[in-house]
């Protein structure tokens, strides 16, 4: 378990809800445009319905994440969690402690005054 990768995993879970959810509007789409054609449900019932599952279908990406993250701990023993825990505090102290270059031009004002 030590050989984790965050990054890896992130980017898997990442990959998997995008997935998830373009597959889950595409066929929310077909089932709405299905029950359309067969008279079951108007246009307009039926982009109601086909708004209420794309977002339930982007809540559900959204917590892909954290579900996966969650899963991959739960199968780490105590030490490998405490060890991952404090590899990704490392991770964040050093995101954190980067320098932030930022360009300031001067305005023409500033040059007149001096």
Do not use: C, Y
């Not at 597959?23 to 982009?47: F, H, W, Y």
């Not at 599952?53 to 739960?74: G, I, Q, W």
Request: no cysteine; hydrophobic share 45%; proline share 2%.
């Amino acid at each position: 378990m030590a050989g984790f990768d965050l990054t890896d995993g992130v980017r898997r879970a990442f990959l998997a809800s995008v997935g998830a959810v373009a597959l889950g509007a595409e066929k929310s789409q077909e089932i709405v445009e299905d029950l359309i054609s067969k008279g079951e449900l108007t246009v307009e019932q039926g982009k109601a319905l086909n708004e209420e599952l794309s977002h339930k279908v982007r809540n559900a990406a959204e917590d892909a994440p954290d579900t996966v993250l969650r899963a991959r701990l739960a199968a780490m023993k105590p030490r490998e969690r405490e060890a991952w825990l404090a590899r990704a505090q490392k991770m964040v102290a050093d995101l954190n402690a980067e320098t932030v270059e930022v360009e300031v031009e001067e305005s023409g004002d500033a040059a007149d005054e001096g």
